[in-house]
């Protein structure tokens, strides 16, 4: 290997390393056929994180197909009983309501829009579940919903 593979190499790693050091967790659910069926809940299993006090954020990867501007998420918090912590209601806005430009960032026609979560994690959170709330049996566009935690 030449010397600019090494260096590009070392760059690359050195980037992936610091990119995962502002977070406690982050994992998305992909969808088959970029399709979120109001059947499709989403469960994040944060019994392992060790710590839950950072900033938490849902994201959610899109293309350009999603026929609204916004997506209702319902987000259920549960303890390792399975009961009921909180039940919030949340509205994403996925594209610029009055230029119908994409929010987020994005490669080619897929984009990725966080938003921060109203509410806040305690040490009895073991799992978070998301919903799609839109009434409609199932949304075309969405590729994949996810959380992330950040440090504080």
Request: hydrophobic fraction near 35%; proline fraction near 5%.
């Amino acid at each position: 290997m030449n010397k600019y593979g090494q260096l590009i190499g070392f760059i690359a790693l050195f980037s992936l390393i610091s990119c995962s050091e502002g977070r406690l967790y982050e994992e998305f659910h992909p969808f088959n056929s970029s399709i979120w069926a109001e059947t499709d809940s989403v469960v994040f299993d944060l019994s392992k994180v060790e710590s839950l006090e950072g900033k938490s954020l849902i994201g959610i990867r899109f293309n350009e197909n999603y026929p609204f501007s916004n997506c209702y998420v319902r987000i259920i918090l549960k303890d390792s009983s399975q009961s009921i912590l909180s039940n919030k209601l949340l509205n994403v806005p996925i594209f610029d309501s009055k230029a119908g430009q994409p929010l987020g960032e994005g490669f080619g026609n897929t984009y990725t829009k966080y938003d921060t979560l109203p509410l806040s994690f305690s040490k009895e959170t073991k799992e978070v579940l998301l919903v799609q709330y839109m009434r409609k049996p199932e949304l075309e566009g969405i590729e994949a919903v996810g959380l992330k935690i950040l440090k504080p």
